[in-house]
């Protein structure tokens, strides 16, 4: 049996199986409790809604893009109030290196999603390559990612039955399966004074992660284009900055964002996100020193809004200065000692 995991920003699950279980897709479906609506398909990618705060998890060619080491972590929780909804924590880290003159990007990461009986964990490394474009420039980056997949298939459970379908079906696994795969993501990113956009593919080698001798988990490719723009008002104290984030995969399954984020003294954010038949978001963040934090709440404009406390997301950061220019660093002397 294998089971595709789609990149959307949608929740549920395909299963691709042979055509002898063709007819039993409905009922593991809801025995998995990973069919939550909006679609019977899942995403590799993580569902994140702040995805400017985030962008190398969504194209490797965007990290490194001022002169600081930054580090990041995000809590998400998909459809609070709906069993077996998406849950997902990550932290990265990526900080710019100079080499032979050349402007580079390292990064790393770590995520964590649980959706349903589905847990998958992944290891990401990240590099980057600046060209300069005049006063703009182009990154080139590139990961390669190792990932762990479990299925907890001691954890299915039928109640009443269901028709078709027994526990002991050889259609569902007796009990927990897992499996490693490595992946990759390719991407280009763009920066200009005003504008930035970036393209990347994601899920690049789109493998089959093997569960055990009759169980397959499939991730498929997906592309996502992330463009922003940066209005600063003539008195400074306002920044306005509409972005827009799109996902589609190799199934058709897509995803939308449309995003303006309002910035106040360079220290206060509110942010709205529109997501085309899905969802409404509001987000709040505040810049304090060389930290962030940031909060936004998505509420389903679809019918789960009625069985759902919508999608809650946290993002924090930190950034420290690096000096890249390889010169010597000052000295001070007390002024106890002149």
């Known amino acids: 049996m294998r089971w595709g995991y789609d990149a959307s920003g949608s929740l549920g699950a395909t299963y691709l199986m042979r055509k002898q279980y063709s007819n039993k897709i409905k009922g593991l479906c809801l025995l998995a409790m990973i069919s939550l609506g909006q679609g019977l ?6 569902p994140l809604g ?23 972590a995000m ?34 990461q770590m995520s964590n999603q649980q959706i349903g009986l589905f847990k998958d964990t992944e290891l990401t490394a990240r590099y980057a390559l600046r060209l300069k474009l005049g006063k703009s420039y182009l990154q080139v980056g590139l990961g390669g990612s190792i990932i762990s997949s479990t299925f907890e298939g001691s954890k299915i459970f039928i109640p009443g039955g ?24 390719l991407g280009v990113y763009y920066q200009a004074e005003r504008y930035y956009a970036g393209l990347s593919v994601n899920q690049l080698l789109a493998p089959d992660i093997v569960l055990d001798n009759l169980y397959r988990r499939e991730r498929i490719r997906s592309y996502t284009l992330v463009a922003g723009y940066n209005y600063r008002t003539l008195s400074g104290r306002w ?45 709040l963040g505040m810049r304090f020193g060389k930290g962030y934090i940031g909060y936004q709440y998505e509420l389903p404009t679809t019918e789960l809004r009625r069985a759902s406390w919508g999608n809650h997301e946290l993002v924090a950061t930190y950034s420290m200065p690096i000096d890249l220019s390889g010169g010597k660093k000052p000295t001070y002397k007390s002024i106890r000692l002149l």
């Open 50 to 72: 702040q995805y400017t705060e985030l962008l190398p998890h969504f194209n490797p060619a965007g990290l490194a893009l001022g002169s600081e080491l930054y580090l990041r």
């Open 75 to 108: 809590h998400n929780r998909q459809l609070e109030g709906l069993e077996g909804a998406s849950k997902s924590f990550l932290v990265m880290g990526d900080m710019p290196i100079s080499w032979l003159g050349v402007r580079q990007g390292l990064g790393v």
């Open 239 to 283: 920044q306005l900055q509409p972005s827009v984030l799109a996902q589609i995969d190799e199934r058709q399954f897509y995803r939308v964002d449309l995003r303006l984020d309002t910035w106040y003294a360079d220290r206060f954010r509110v942010a709205l996100l529109y997501r085309p038949s899905l969802a409404v978001g509001l987000g």
């Open 162 to 185: 269901v028709e078709g379908l027994s526990p002991t079906d050889s259609a569902l696994p007796a009990g927990d399966v897992s499996g490693r795969g490595i992946d990759a993501q």
């Open 41 to 46: 398909f899942a995403q590799t990618t993580l």
